[in-house]
Nanobody, 121 residues
């Protein structure tokens, strides 16, 4: 199991930006950000292969969100720009050992406690 601790959530107006960070006890091959809004299923937002740097994004966040890694600090980040009210959710950092990363939350077996993002119109 990997220990993951998220930070950086908060409240922002539509069009604003937030940066989420995830401190990891170690990297695994695939790490990502997921979100869950009340009454909705958890969904993958962005993933990264920490070995190759290859990324995947949910269609709704492409061009607005950027996932990145800081190898020196074992930190995963999610830069969120042009935020919309529909981005409001609890955001989770997750990790797994996969060869090919994907956005399916069922593949991830280590999770952080989550950080709340609220976007008002």
């Amino acid at each position: 199991q990997v220990q993951l601790v998220e930070s950086g959530g908060g409240s922002v107006q539509a069009g604003g930006s937030l940066r989420l960070s995830c401190a990891a006890s170690r990297y695994t091959s695939c790490m990502g950000w997921f979100r869950q809004a009340p009454g909705k299923e958890r969904e993958g937002v962005a993933t990264i292969n920490t070995g190759t740097g290859s990324t995947h994004y949910h269609a709704s966040v492409k061009g607005r969100f950027t996932i990145s890694q800081d190898n020196a600090k074992n930190t995963l980040s999610l830069q969120m720009n042009s935020l919309k009210p529909e981005d409001t959710a609890m955001y989770y950092c997750a990790a797994t050992r996969l060869v090919f990363c994907n956005l399916g939350y069922g593949y991830y077996n280590s999770w952080g406690q989550g950080t709340q993002v609220t976007v008002s119109s």
